[in-house]
C-alpha cells in the first residue's frame, strides 16, 4: 500500500464506498519521495511526506491522522508505522553532524551520510503511563497541552539517565504533587504522536496532597464508586484500556 502524509493529516478515499486508505498512489511523486517501510528489494509499502499546500486529488481528502486511526481496525499498525517512517525521512535528509546529504540503506531502516558515515535511524521516544489508585479510587487528569477535555492516566517522556520507574516517581511528584509505591506493568502501545512508545502502569497511592503542576494539568481528580466518570479516552488507545480495565466498581 501507500500512505500519503501531509503534516500530522493522512490522504484518504472521500468516497463512502471505497476503502479508507487509497490502494494506489493518488498523487504523481517522484520515486525518491516514496520510502519503503521495510528493509530489502521485496517490501511493497511505502510512505511519503509532502508539502503542506499540497491539495488533495480529486476523490480524495487530507484528514488528521489521531482521528483516522481510530477507525482503522487492524490496518491501523502499519499507518502508524508508516507515519513514523515517513516522518523519519522528511527529518533526515541531511547529516546532523555534517550537514551532508543523507542516503537510505536498503538492508535495514538506516539513513547513512554520504561524506562522515554518521546513521541515522527511525527515532522513537519512550513515554511512561501510569493510572494511581487508592483502594478504590483512581486519579484521572486534564492535560493542559491536549486539545481535547478527556480525563485520563498521568503520562510523561522519558528522561535521559531514567528508567521508567524513575520516570514514574519524578512525573507523578511533578505533575500532582503525590508519592506511588507498587507499580505494576500493564502493557505497551506504539504511538506515531510524534514517535513514542507508550508504556502503561498502574501504581499505588502512598502519600502527598494533590499539588497540581498548571503548565501540564489543567485539573485532576478522584474518581470512585458512584461518582460520574468524565469522557474518557477511546478503547483504541492503552490510555481507554488502562483506565477501563480499573474502573471503580
Not at 516514496?34 to 510512505?47: E, I, V
Request: aromatic content about 10%; some cysteine.
Amino acid at each position: 500500500m501507500n500512505f500519503i502524509f501531509r503534516g500530522n493529516e493522512i490522504l484518504v478515499s472521500s468516497q463512502e464506498e471505497q476503502s479508507l486508505i487509497p490502494t494506489k498512489p493518488a498523487l504523481d511523486l517522484a520515486q525518491t519521495q516514496w520510502h519503503a517501510l521495510f528493509s530489502g528489494d521485496s517490501c511493497q509499502d511505502f510512505a511519503a511526506h509532502v508539502a503542506a499546500d499540497t491539495p488533495a486529488p480529486e476523490g480524495t481528502i487530507f484528514r488528521p491522522l489521531r482521528g483516522v486511526l481510530a477507525q482503522l481496525g487492524e490496518q491501523a499498525s502499519i499507518v502508524n508505522r508508516a507515519f513514523q517512517v515517513s516522518e523519519w525521512a522528511r527529518s533526515h535528509r541531511y547529516c546532523g553532524v555534517c550537514g551532508s546529504a543523507m542516503e537510505r540503506v536498503m538492508h535495514e531502516l538506516c539513513f547513512r551520510c554520504t561524506s562522515c558515515g554518521f546513521s541515522a535511524y527511525p527515532r522513537i521516544s519512550p513515554a511512561m503511563m501510569v493510572l494511581i489508585r487508592d483502594q478504590d479510587r483512581i486519579l484521572l487528569a486534564s492535560h493542559s497541552t491536549y486539545a481535547t477535555a478527556r480525563y485520563t492516566a498521568l503520562a510523561g517522556f522519558v528522561e535521559a539517565g531514567e528508567n521508567l520507574e524513575e520516570a514514574i516517581h519524578r512525573e507523578v511528584l511533578e505533575e500532582v504533587g503525590l508519592r506511588v509505591d507498587n507499580i505494576r506493568y500493564f502493557g505497551s502501545q506504539s504511538w506515531p504522536f510524534p514517535h513514542s512508545l507508550m508504556v502503561a502502569y498502574t501504581a499505588e497511592y502512598a502519600g502527598g496532597d494533590l499539588r497540581i503542576q498548571a503548565d501540564e494539568i489543567n485539573d485532576a481528580r478522584w474518581f470512585g464508586p458512584g461518582d460520574t466518570l468524565p469522557d474518557l479516552p477511546h478503547t483504541d488507545s492503552i490510555a481507554g484500556r488502562l483506565i477501563r480495565a480499573h474502573l471503580p466498581r
